[in-house]
């Protein structure tokens, strides 16, 4: 089932979208459905992931004097 959405774009906007639509042999509104799903999809796939997936994490290893035997004493930092 459809239900009507209302809401306004600029100009620059509607012009984007008529030319995606133009380019695809389809009306702007079935683009924007198409978006709208493939974003609800990304959406959905990206709070899925763990905490750690959906931060940029960079995991540095400093040199030390001593090799380390295990990962127990490294210390792992978020960066935003």
């Known amino acids: 089932m459809l239900t009507t959405i209302n809401f306004r774009i600029n100009e620059n906007q509607k012009e984007q979208l008529q ?3 133009d380019d695809s042999g389809e009306n702007i509104s079935n683009v924007l459905r198409k978006i ?3 974003y609800l999809e990304d959406l959905k796939h990206y709070e899925s992931k763990s905490k750690w997936e959906n931060n940029n ?3 540095i ?3 030390c004097e001593e ?3 295990s990962d127990d004493d490294i210390e792992y930092i978020e960066l935003d």
């Open 19 to 21: 030319t995606l639509a």
């Open 36 to 38: 709208i799903e493939i």
């Open 57 to 59: 994490v960079e995991i």
């Open 61 to 63: 290893y400093l040199d």
């Open 67 to 69: 090799p380390h035997s």
